[in-house]
């Protein structure tokens, strides 16, 4: 389907996201050797921990808590390029952050790096494929009327005062010939609400549950049903109040 071309689209972050079957040739030494081969544009490399907290009673009755962390992967950043890439133990997450360009620029970068993550890897089997896209909406006025710029947007009840000082609604949507799920939320961006100034947050986050073997070359069918859903909830959710803000 055909959508009107944005030239203030308010992309804040796109990602593409695989989940892998657990390999057990796959350990952190070989994720870390990913930045030897992209190091030239993505100059920077942290280490992605995961913090466990567990309690435990004494024979005092008393509550010790422990906290421990461990390295399950590493993050790679492009700052030039706006790019982040997140290599674990079990999945791959590029993130391209603002300026976003288009998805077939995107796209071309997933496959680049996805190539040298499975040279390295050696995983062979996808079981989730995602894509999700953050957008951040600024509108302007003494006061706002969601109503105006959502085709669904936050109800309150008749009695009570029609001023929203902060919402957040969530919905889960399935598409069950397809096996897709869909996770639209729209919130208002309170901690940066400033005068006249009332930011939107449009978070879309498509998914599917399927396993296959990445020779099929099938996660980039996949991926581009999942960016068409995506488009689709994107314009279904503004008014055309909105996307004349954005053009």
Avoid: C
Avoid at 64 to 86: D, H, M, S, W
Avoid at 147 to 164: F, M, V
Avoid at 194 to 201: D, G, L, S, W
């Amino acid at each position: 389907m055909d959508y009107p071309n944005l030239s203030r689209a308010p992309i804040v972050e796109a990602i593409i996201d695989f989940r892998f079957s657990p390999s057990a040739s796959l350990d952190l030494p070989k994720l870390g050797s990913i930045h030897a081969r992209i190091s030239d544009t993505y100059t920077v490399k942290h280490e992605n921990k995961e913090t466990q907290i567990s309690f435990a009673v004494g024979p005092d009755n008393t509550t010790q808590q422990a906290v421990t962390g461990k390295i399950i992967g590493y993050r790679f950043e492009a700052p030039n390029e706006k790019y982040v890439l997140q290599a674990t133990l079990n999945g791959f997450t590029l993130s391209k952050l603002a300026p976003y360009q288009n998805w077939e620029e995107f796209l071309a970068e997933a496959k680049k790096l996805l190539g040298i993550f499975i040279e390295v890897s050696g995983q062979q089997t996808i079981v989730r494929t995602a894509v999700r896209y953050i957008n951040r909406i600024e509108l302007y006025g003494p006061t706002v009327d969601f109503d105006d710029y959502l085709s669904a947007g936050p109800k309150i009840p008749a009695g009570l005062p029609q001023r929203l000082a902060e919402f957040v609604t969530r919905n889960v949507i399935y598409y069950p010939e397809i096996n897709t799920s869909m996770v639209l939320v729209q919130a208002l961006d309170v901690a940066n609400v400033a005068n006249e100034i009332f930011p939107v947050i449009l978070d879309i986050d498509v998914s599917r549950e399927e396993s296959y073997d990445l020779k099929s070359e099938r996660q980039w069918v996949i991926l581009s049903e999942l960016h068409d859903l995506k488009n689709g909830a994107f314009f279904e959710s503004l008014t055309g109040k909105t996307l004349e803000l954005l053009k």
